[in-house]
């Protein structure tokens, strides 16, 4: 554990490193140019994914050394993330085109993507069972997906 909370600023195009011991900020990331939304972190590998809304992107930051490591196309408009820390997969909810992107989290490459319900705009993955549930805000339904 590193004690360490991450936030996206989607007006400054950064993540802000916050020591969660102290409460300060500790670092920024930048270089993300795409209005991040949301942040998941794999706590098994320490690698931080965070969607980039307007350029239809998913980065992935080094925890150990809070700097951005990959950046891959995903769907249109990802708002939100999460990771299955057992597979290492990561899941972003694309709102305009209805789908869900699958990235393996290990090789840096998009393995695909799901279509789920209107407006899908979170996602949230329950990592004892692998299940990934995402949230459909215009069908208000949520979309259940078994990650193996």
Same mark, same amino acid.
């Given at each position: ?10 007006d400054?195009?950064t993540?802000?490193v ?6 300060? /900020?500790?670092?920024? #990331?930048?270089? *993300?140019?795409?209005?991040?939304? %949301?942040?998941? @972190? ?7 994914? /965070?969607p !980039?809304r ?8 080094? !925890?150990?050394?809070?700097? *951005?490591v990959?950046? *891959? ?5 990802p708002?939100? #993330?999460t990771?299955v820390?057992?597979?290492?997969h #990561? ?7 209805n789908?869900?992107?699958v990235v ?9 993507? *799901? !279509? @789920? !319900? ?8 329950? %990592? ?5 549930? @995402?949230?459909?805000q215009?069908? %208000?339904? #949520?979309t @259940?997906?078994?990650?193996?």
């Amino acid at each position: 554990m590193t004690n360490r909370i991450y936030v996206a600023n989607v007006d400054s195009d950064t993540v802000s490193v916050i020591d969660g011991s102290t409460n300060t /900020v500790i670092a920024t #990331v930048t270089g *993300l140019g795409q209005e991040p939304t %949301a942040v998941a @972190v794999n706590e098994h590998t320490n690698f931080i994914w /965070v969607p !980039g809304r307007a350029g239809n992107l998913i980065f992935a930051i080094d !925890g150990s050394t809070n700097m *951005l490591v990959s950046t *891959l196309g995903v769907g249109q408009f990802p708002t939100g #993330v999460t990771v299955v820390p057992r597979t290492n997969h #990561v899941y972003t909810s694309n709102q305009h085109d209805n789908t869900v992107s699958v990235v393996d989290g290990t090789a840096f490459r998009l393995l695909g993507s *799901l !279509g @789920v !319900g209107l407006f899908p705009t979170g996602a949230e993955a329950n %990592a004892r069972t692998g299940h990934v549930f @995402v949230s459909n805000q215009d069908g %208000a339904t #949520v979309t @259940v997906i078994q990650d193996d």
